[in-house]
């Protein structure tokens, strides 16, 4: 079965300043996706960012960017630029193509600084 | 359409009391699946559909719990005879089938807290 890990249940960082995240995962399956979700406070989760496992570059949208190491199997995050409004849980996610649900790790607290 | 929507927000029931919650998907999306969702815990899932038809169910699903999603269009998830374990976020999510920027991702509903006393 697959399974995704988050080894760090609080973090925090200064406004401004730079933050990864970790995950792994495990998997025998070789077409699957990864996925960071954001959850605020008393808010829905909303999805930060995607990787295609096929896909060797790693994505980026705007201030957040992941390493994808596949033969690892790590999908660590990173904001840069840190905002108040980043303070949230963070929940890695993992699926396989077609009609399956996500896996999830169980989450990191993210506090912003000011 | 503004999104996923569910009701109620928020429930709270005695033991032994049976629930229903709502799950209405973005309107062009024909899979939608069920997570719960435990304080300090990842979403877990429950089961999912694929339009009408209901295609899988996690071994959470015990036999208390049923979901349907009739004509597939919006999807209820019921507790029969809850207990205090029971307790916890139901998130609903959707998703379409069709290729695009948005395939394989799923957009989440605001979530039902349940409070089983």
């Known amino acids: 079965a697959q399974t995704v890990t988050q080894s760090q249940p609080e973090m925090s960082v200064q406004e401004a300043e730079t933050v990864t995240l970790s995950c792994t995962y495990d998997t025998s399956e070789s077409d699957y996706y990864l996925f960071w979700y954001k959850q605020p406070p008393s808010r829905q989760m909303i999805l930060v960012i995607r990787q295609e496992a096929y896909k060797q570059q790693n994505a980026t949208e705007n201030r957040f960017s992941v390493n994808f190491q596949k033969a690892a199997k790590s999908f660590s995050l990173k904001i840069s630029d840190s905002q108040l409004g980043d303070a949230a849980m963070y929940f890695c996610?993992?699926?396989?193509?077609?009609?399956?649900?996500?896996?999830f790790g169980k989450g990191t607290r993210l506090s912003v600084i000011a | 359409d503004t999104g996923v929507s569910q009701n109620p927000r928020h429930k709270i029931t005695k033991r032994g009391q049976n629930v229903t919650f709502r799950c209405d998907p973005i309107?062009?999306?024909?899979?939608l699946y069920w997570y719960r969702q435990t304080l300090g815990q990842g979403p877990e899932f429950l089961t999912y559909f694929q339009n009408e038809a209901q295609l899988e169910k996690s071994r959470l699903l015990s036999d208390r719990f049923s979901a349907e999603r009739p004509k597939g269009s919006f999807s209820t998830l019921e507790i029969q005879r809850t207990e205090q374990g029971d307790s916890a976020m139901y998130l609903c999510a959707s998703s379409s089938r069709t290729s695009g920027p948005s395939y394989n991702e799923q957009f989440f509903g605001p979530g039902t807290r349940l409070t089983v006393l």
């Open positions: 309107s062009e999306h024909n899979r």
């Open positions: 996610a993992y699926k396989t193509s077609g009609n399956t649900p996500l896996v």
